[in-house]
């Protein structure tokens, strides 16, 4: 028992010290769930299974570990038996060193806010031959990846040149009807709130902010720069859809069109200091590029400045190397069909490999491409991480970050960008600025989470 309390002390100290967004205290304050037990036979489709003995801590199928890294993680279940062999034996103990172990396979899952975690306890086992009978370990549950359904029934997994022939229809069908009916897509007015900035400083005085005193300056007083907010009505298109295998047909699911929202609501000031897009083009990202064709065509202006990437053409993910992985392909054109056709060039280079992306790197690309360009404009995947997240310190210009699928919560890592960088968050829901204004020991509630902002770092804490 000793030694294993001195164990528990180690782990502690050594998630404290690597500074995870997710801790393992977090994962354990779940509420427990009891089941009779669990049947693997009874699983659903998109589950991996991380398996270990009774009472044991020894991850047995290690290798699988390398096939769930290829997908997106919904949630992962922590499963265990609820008998006891001994008085002294602490569930909460163990539960540590199997979430350690995991943790030294793949610690990038605890950088993840986004995954559910799920403790469940099977009652079934009265004995100790009971016990040993009942699954021990990890149930992950991952996102499917999307398939599309051939004229001649066969249902597979969509390919890049899926994806670039739903992006070209529907830029080519754009104003007709079947393309809507088609893929359950519509267009409506919408009311949006768009903001800017005055150009003007707010005072600290209560009073003189009343009485409508601004400052040209923001002085040693660090005042705030005045934003000021205008609604108009805009008219937007949906276009992002998914296409499930159980359902065997397209259906839309998921209403986002947060790229086109935000390139509406910034169109006048947006790309003033010739800002540079850098969007994400692997797998699902295809319905939010449509949205950012569609937006351009409608709105020539100075956006000429893109970079694209895939994360490392198709590399395997075992010769990706942090800041060299590559798949990163930029182009300066006002010329609609060459910026268009650079993106397509990078979609069929590379559909992304494993789950997290090199964002950085592309940033990165981004400065060194256009080194008289403004701020960078980040399209990404609110579900992937950002592999390369310790390139951070080297971006030396602000990141907006238009997040693509949020549900609810955001990911960890883009919030970290947003702050480190002097930049800001864009949803379909919200758009979040101010982050450097934050002090240490500060909550702040982002979507339906809170995180403790430490050391210049985000804690995931409820």
């Not at 000793?2 to 998630?15: H, Q």
């Not at 265990?80 to 008085?87: A, P, R």
């Not at 409506?188 to 009343?210: A, F, M, N, V």
């Amino acid at each position: 028992m000793k030694n294993l309390f001195f164990t528990f002390l180690i782990a502690i100290s050594f998630l404290t010290s690597s500074g995870q967004v997710v801790s393992f205290d977090y994962i354990i304050s779940r509420r427990e769930e009891t089941v009779e037990r669990i049947d693997l036979k009874d699983l659903p489709k998109n589950t991996f299974v991380i398996e270990m003995d009774f009472s044991k801590t020894l991850i047995k199928n290690k290798s699988e570990i390398d096939s769930i890294k290829q997908f997106k993680i919904a949630g992962i279940d922590l499963i265990y038996s609820g008998y006891k062999s001994n008085n002294s034996f602490s569930q909460e103990i163990l539960n540590r060193e199997r979430l350690k172990n995991l943790f030294q396979l793949y610690p990038l899952l605890f950088d993840n806010n986004l995954i559910h975690w799920r403790l469940i306890k099977q009652n079934a086992a009265k004995n100790r031959k009971e016990a040993d009978s009942l699954f021990h370990g990890f149930i992950f549950h991952v996102q499917p990846k999307d398939v599309i359904k051939d004229r001649d029934g066969t249902v597979r997994e969509m390919t890049s040149n899926d994806e670039i022939k739903f992006v070209k229809d529907f830029l080519t069908k754009a104003c007709k009807d079947d393309v809507f009916k088609e893929r359950h897509i519509s267009c409506r007015d919408t009311i949006i709130i768009k903001q800017d900035t005055t150009g003007k400083y707010l005072p600290k005085s209560k009073k003189k902010l009343e009485n409508g005193t601004r400052y040209k300056s923001r002085s040693v007083w660090n005042r705030k720069i005045e934003v000021e907010s205008l609604r108009d009505t805009i008219q937007i298109c949906d276009t992002v859809w998914r296409s499930h295998e159980k359902l065997f047909h397209i259906e839309n699911s998921l209403r986002d069109t947060v790229v086109l929202k935000f390139l509406a609501n910034y169109k006048d000031s947006l790309f003033l200091g010739n800002a540079v897009v850098v969007e994400d083009v692997t797998g699902s990202m295809y319905p939010y590029l449509t949205q950012t064709f569609l937006w351009r065509r409608k709105n020539i202006s100075n956006v000429n400045r893109f970079v694209f990437f895939n994360d490392g053409d198709n590399m395997d993910d075992s010769k990706k190397i942090i800041g060299k992985t590559g798949g990163i392909y930029g182009i300066q054109s006002s010329n609609i069909d060459s910026v268009e056709n650079e993106a397509f060039k990078t979609m069929k280079k590379g559909g992304g490999g494993d789950g997290p992306e090199n964002n950085l790197e592309a940033c990165l690309y981004a400065l060194n491409k256009f080194p008289n360009g403004g701020s960078l404009i980040m399209i990404a995947d609110n579900y992937a991480q950002v592999k390369d997240i310790s390139l951070l310190s080297n971006i030396n210009k602000p990141v907006k970050i238009i997040l693509c699928g949020v549900r609810q919560n955001i990911m960890a890592d883009y919030i970290q960008i947003a702050y480190n960088t002097g930049g800001s968050l864009h949803t379909i829901e919200e758009d979040i600025y101010g982050l450097k204004t934050l002090k240490d020991n500060e909550e702040i509630r982002l979507g339906a989470q809170t995180f403790l902002f430490k050391g210049g770092k985000f804690f995931l804490i409820k």
